[in-house]
């Protein structure tokens, strides 16, 4: 590179971020896991408006001294809106952090909205899911070929938000897919019931606590003591149930492991690799 060239970058890592809101999906809780540019604008932003019940504070570790930190736990969005909007306003940027990936279970919707409404541009930058992480932590792969090839994301009703009818935890269960059901840990027993009707009662579950947190657990077990393990260690807040047949993997070592994509077997040409 070029010294002008490096120059340049050096400049543009530094330049100020424009005002707006950067809505932003900061991973399960490892600083390691954010991405380059949720980082990079961290490190600029004046604001940071953390919803801080789910994001540990370590996740702060490289912002600017000097930056003005607000915790949402104990607000309403009818709080949250007017600060973002008047900061931006005031030509601050804006960091709006949430945990894990934004495109599930971040109440998102309702502030983009409102910030379209009131014509501050925003920004949404992505982040790695808790289920993604999850599987990273075990050394797994949530599809396996000839055992499960679909991911399900999905809850139980919570006292907030209900899950349509169609959308039922045992009509999802009869898929026997891998199967990530966040936001339920409340409600563990019933939804052990639930998963029972489909899945053998020996379906192997990781119960991930907190990935990525000082104080991560994870347990795996038979779905049949899915709820028991869960109260028993007090797993209740931050915790998601990986469900998949693809977890005996994680188990044992064996039985998945003849079963393999043809992507890179050496009888199986494609584009890339015509046969020889
Ligand atoms: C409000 S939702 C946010 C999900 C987030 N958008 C994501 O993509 O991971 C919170 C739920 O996500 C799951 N979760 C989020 N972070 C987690 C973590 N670090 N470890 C385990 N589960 C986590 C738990 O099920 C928790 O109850």
């Not at 600017?64 to 607000?75: F, I, P, Q």
């Not at 990986?242 to 992507?263: C, F, G, M, Y």
Request: glycine share 4%.
């Amino acid at each position: 590179m070029s010294h002008s060239a490096e120059l340049t970058q050096v400049e543009n890592s530094l330049s100020p971020l424009a005002p707006a809101v950067y809505i932003i999906g900061a991973g399960p809780g490892d600083p390691d896991l954010l991405t380059v540019k949720a980082l990079k604008i961290l490190q600029q932003a004046d604001v940071i408006v953390l919803a801080d019940s789910l994001v540990p504070q370590q996740i702060l570790q490289d912002i600017r001294l000097e930056a003005e930190v607000v915790c949402t736990s104990n607000k309403t969005l009818e709080e949250i809106l007017p600060l973002m909007i008047d900061r931006v306003r005031s030509h601050q940027s804006v960091v709006r952090l949430h945990s894990g990936d934004l495109s599930l279970y971040s109440a998102i919707h309702e502030q983009m909205q409102a910030l379209a409404a009131a014509g501050v541009p925003f920004e949404v930058i992505p982040g790695i899911s808790a289920f993604q992480a999850a599987a990273a932590k075990l050394k797994v792969e949530l599809t396996v070929p000839g055992l499960v090839q679909t991911i399900i994301l999905t809850r139980v009703s919570g006292r907030a938000s209900a899950v349509p009818p169609s959308e039922e935890l045992a009509s999802l269960a009869a898929h026997q897919a891998s199967l990530c059901l966040y936001l339920s840990a409340l409600h563990v027993r019933a939804a052990q019931e639930k998963l029972l009707e489909h899945y053998p009662a020996d379906t192997p579950v990781a119960v991930c606590f907190r990935i990525g947190w000082p104080d991560e657990k994870i347990c795996l077990v038979p779905l049949e003591q899915m709820a028991a393990v869960t109260q028993e260690e007090r797993l209740l807040r931050t915790t998601l149930y990986l469900i998949s047949p693809a977890l005996k993997t994680a188990l044992v070592n064996e039985s998945t492991s003849a079963a393999r994509s043809q992507l890179y077997h050496p009888e199986h040409s494609h584009l890339f690799r015509p046969s020889r």
